[in-house]
């Protein structure tokens, strides 16, 4: 007996052995910064679920020079650099990746890293409309649409001739070429801007991308901006109905979504981020909505969120006192939520560079005028940065 137990220890052993011998594959990630100012750190970010989650940040040497080394918990996209722009990689067990970032773009600095010359490649295609959708500059539609018929052409050429010999990544690439090039589209629409298009001036492209089936898999929840994706599609499809002169209300979106997004655990997606998420508290309406959507909430990652929301909104019922904030006047008086207390407050946030915003402000100044010698307080609280204090003041 003792022979056996023996036997088996030892068999233990070597197994836990041979287990610890095998190399863990690490990828690594050797990078050089090129801007004005150098930060102390540099983040990277994994994509989860077709969104941005921040992976581990590490400090940038005096020289601009910063790495990482770590255990890919998956093959795909990951973002390098600063959280509003950063720089895509792709990034796989035992990769080695060496990079060059700048203020705008990424460089690629091994020629034998195939995959990552293919995405750079392809954001020198996206790269003007990616541009025109930042919030920097007034670009237009004036600018953007007579250019858009030559990217599309880039894009179309991009899918069908990129390969690198790795097809697991050929084929998530392109599926990402496509997607990201109608998400843009759609993008540019519905930031805010100095000039909008009227619907019938849109180019022919955009009734060709939103037209068919969408979203059929869940692939897109590879790309890390999958889940806005599904949302500007729909808005899209909103802005169809409106220019059609139907109805729209309340239930307008989740139906567009149900008719419309192919796959359920998307659809599951869509209504945490867009109907559930954005809950105040833990009322009846929120109860409801969350009953209905509850076949759709398939996968433990989608239960996971909503229920660490909910610990969020339990303890913010009816009656509690609201969240405080301050701000200063064009005489820099300093004014206070809190100051109002016991009176209604509306609320406007708005920016110099949002025309729509702009565009609201005399209306809002009709309904304060309509309102005078009440107990309503307008509040129009700006979110510009303090470069542009003069253009606000």
């Not at 091994?110 to 670009?139: C, F």
């Not at 659809?267 to 833990?282: D, P």
Request: aromatic residues 12%; glycine residues 6%; hydrophobic residues 40%.
């Amino acid at each position: 007996m003792k022979k056996i137990n023996t036997f088996l220890l030892l068999t233990a052993i070597l197994l836990s052995l041979s287990s610890v011998a095998q190399p863990v594959k690490m990828a690594i990630i050797k990078g050089k910064l090129s801007v004005k100012t150098l930060p102390p750190d540099i983040a990277l970010y994994s994509v989860v679920d077709g969104d941005v989650v921040l992976h581990s940040k590490v400090k940038v040497a005096k020289d601009s020079t910063f790495g990482f080394c770590f255990s890919p918990e998956y093959s795909g996209f990951y973002k390098i650099g600063e959280r509003n722009s950063p720089a895509r990689i792709f990034i796989s067990p035992g990769k080695q990746v060496s990079v060059a970032i700048t203020l705008n773009e990424m460089v690629n600095l091994n020629p034998a890293d195939k995959e990552n010359s293919q995405l750079v490649a392809w954001n020198k295609i996206i790269g003007k409309l990616k541009a025109a959708n930042s919030m920097m500059g007034n670009i237009t539609y004036k600018d953007i649409f007579p250019i858009l018929p030559e990217i599309e052409k880039q894009k179309d050429k991009f899918v069908t001739t990129a390969k690198t010999g790795n097809p697991a990544f050929d084929k998530l690439l392109k599926g990402l070429a496509k997607a990201e090039f109608e998400s843009e589209l759609y993008h540019f629409l519905f930031m805010p801007r100095t000039e909008h298009p009227k619907f019938e001036q849109q180019p022919p492209v955009y009734k060709k991308v939103s037209s068919g089936e969408h979203f059929a898999t869940t692939e897109v929840l590879n790309y890390d901006f999958g889940q806005n994706f599904i949302g500007s599609y729909l808005q899209y499809l909103w802005t169809i109905k409106m220019n059609d002169g139907v109805k729209t209300d309340a239930n307008t979106f989740v139906n567009l979504c149900l008719e419309n997004v192919k796959n359920d655990t998307l659809k599951g997606w869509y209504f945490i981020n867009r109907e559930l998420l954005r809950a105040k508290t833990f009322d009846q309406a929120y109860r409801d909505k969350s009953e209905k959507f509850k076949p759709y909430i398939l996968s433990d990652a989608q239960k996971k969120k909503l229920k660490d929301f909910e610990g969020t909104i339990r303890t913010f019922a009816d009656g509690e006192l609201a969240i405080n904030f301050n701000g200063n006047t064009v005489d820099g008086k300093k004014v206070a939520l809190a100051d109002f207390k016991g009176k209604v407050v509306l609320v406007d946030v708005w920016a110099t560079w949002c025309g729509p915003c702009k565009k609201e402000i005399p209306s809002l100044q009709k309904l304060e005028e309509e309102m005078k010698g009440t107990d309503v307080v307008f509040m129009s609280y700006s979110v510009d940065e303090q470069k542009d204090a003069e253009k606000w003041k």
